[in-house]
C-alpha cells in the first residue's frame, strides 16, 4: 500500500460554511449473527468487528473434496484485458455435476497466494481464543460469492453434453455465471471455485490469472485540510509505485509527491449505499464546503483490501471536497495496543491503516486529535480512543485548544468525537467516565454543539450538562427548534451515526432526549456568523426528517 500525498496553499476568507457530517460508512452488509459452530471460538470478536460466516472462513479446516471431477472449469470474461481500474467481470463455473447451494467462488490477490492449509499459522490465532485446527486459508480472500446467485445454476438450466454414446448424452453437466465488480488493487487476481460453504470448503479449480492494465495508476483521491487555518489542502491518492509523483495546481503550479507506506508488519497481528448517493448528489450540486466523518471509517478491521473498496465508494466525495475524518474503536482499538478500550475492534490494524489513508492536521502519529477553521466554525476533533483522562495529553490539548478560539472572529465551536456521551440505545452505548471527564470542558468553554458516532441512529439532545436539561430550545417563527445561546447554559448534543452499517434500536429514551430517529441518512449543516441551520437527510426518501438552528440572540 503505497497512499502519496501533496499539499498547497491557498486564501480562503468566505464566513459561510456548508458541511455534511456522517458516520460508519460500509461498502457492505455483514450479519452479527453466527453459525453455532464458531459461537464458542470467536466469543472474543462477537459484535466488534462485523463477523460473518465469510470473515472467519480462514478458521476452517479444509476438508478432502470428493473424487476430482475432470470437467469443472472456472473461465472469466472482461470487457477489458488486462482488466481496467473499475469494472465488472462475470465469473462461469462449469462442467459442474451435481449443483450445491454450498457452491462458491472467492476471489483471490495476489493470484499466486496459497489457499491451500497453512497448520503453521495456528499460533496467530490463539489469542482470539480460537484453539482448533487453524486455518482454512493461508491467504484471506478478497471477496466471495454463492454460484447459487445465478438462479439457474441450481436448477441446471444450463445444461452442457460432455460425453456421448453415438447420439446418446452419457455424460451431462452444469453451470452457473455470476458477478464481481473488480477494482484496481494493484495486484494480480485469481478465481477459487469451493465447494461446502464456508463452513467446510474444499477446493475444487482455479482460474488463471487476471492482470490489471496499470497497476501504478494513481486512484482514490482524498482531499483534506494541512492545519486548523483551512488555508491549505492537502491531496492524497493511493497508487502501486514507489516513485515521486508530481501534482499540477492551480495557475499551472506544480509540487513533488511524498511517499507513506505501511505493510503488514506494521499492524498489531498479520491480519449503505444510498448514502453515499444522497452525499454524492450533495457534493455535485456545488453547495458543499466540507465533509465530517466522525469515526468507524470502512470497517476493514483488518482486511486491508476492503479500505481499496472504500476508497473507491468515497471517491465521487473525497476528491471533491476535504473530507475530514475522525478516528473510531474499528480503526484504533486492540488488546494491549495503548488504546483506552481493551477491545480488538481494529482487527489489528491499531490505527495504522486509517493514518495513512486518511492524514488529518494533528500533531504527530498516533496522536489523532485536531482542530480546525472553517468559515465562521472551529471544530474541535478528539479521539475518544486515546487517553482523555485528566492531565492527559489530549485532555491538555483539548483545554489549550478550546481556550484559544477568538470567539469574535469564529463564534461557533463544535465539538466531535466518535463515542458518545450520552445516547438512548442502551447497553454498552456510552462511558460516564468520558463524559464526567470531558463534559466541564465543553460547559467551560460554551461548545455550540457536540457530535458523536459510534451508536448507529441519530438523537439529538436538549442543552445538557450531568444528565440534566438546563435548558430547552425554542420554536422560531417557521416551527424549528431554536437553541439560544446568548444565555448560554450547556451544549446541545447530537449522536449521527446513521450513515451506514446496522441500524440501533432505542431502548428507554433519557430525559434529555428530544428526537430520536432509526433510519440511514445525514447530518447537513450551513454556518453563517448569526447562526448554524442543521437537517437531519433520510438518505433513502431524501427528506429532512429532523431540523434545529443555533443562534445567540437572532430569532
Known sequence: MKPSTSSSSSSSSSVLSSFLVLLAFIPFSSSYLLPPSIIGSTVEHQNRTAISSFRVVNRRNLIQCPDPNPYLQINVSSENSPLSDDEYVNVTVSGVFHPSDGDWVAMISPSDSNVKSCPLNKIQYVQTGDTSKLPLLCHYPVKAQYVSNDPSYLKCNKQECKKY???VCEVATCSGTISFHVINIRTDIEFVFFAGGFETPCILTRSAPMKFSNPNQPLHGHVSSTDSTATSMRLTWVSGSEEHQEVQYGDGKTLTSTITTFSQDDMCIPGSLSVIKAMTDEAESGNIDSIFHIGDISYATG????WDFFLHLISPLASRVSYMTAIGNHERDYINSGSVYKTPDSGGECGVAYETYFPMPTSAKDKPWYSIEQGPVHFTVISTEHDWTENSEQYKWMDQDMSSVDRSKTPWLVFAGHRPMYSSAGGFSTDDKFRKAVEPLLVQYKVDMVLFGHVHNYERTCSVHESNCLAMPSKDRNGIDT??????????????GMAGFSLDNFSQPGSWS????SEFGYLRGHATMEDINLEF??????QVEDSFRITKGQK
Open 483 to 496: 437553541y439560544d445561546h446568548s444565555n448560554f447554559s450547556a451544549p446541545m448534543q447530537a449522536v449521527i
Open 165 to 167: 454414446n453415438n447420439t
Open 303 to 306: 482486511f486491508l483490501v476492503e
Open 514 to 517: 428530544l428526537e430520536r430517529i
Open 537 to 542: 437527510v433520510n438518505s433513502n426518501t431524501r
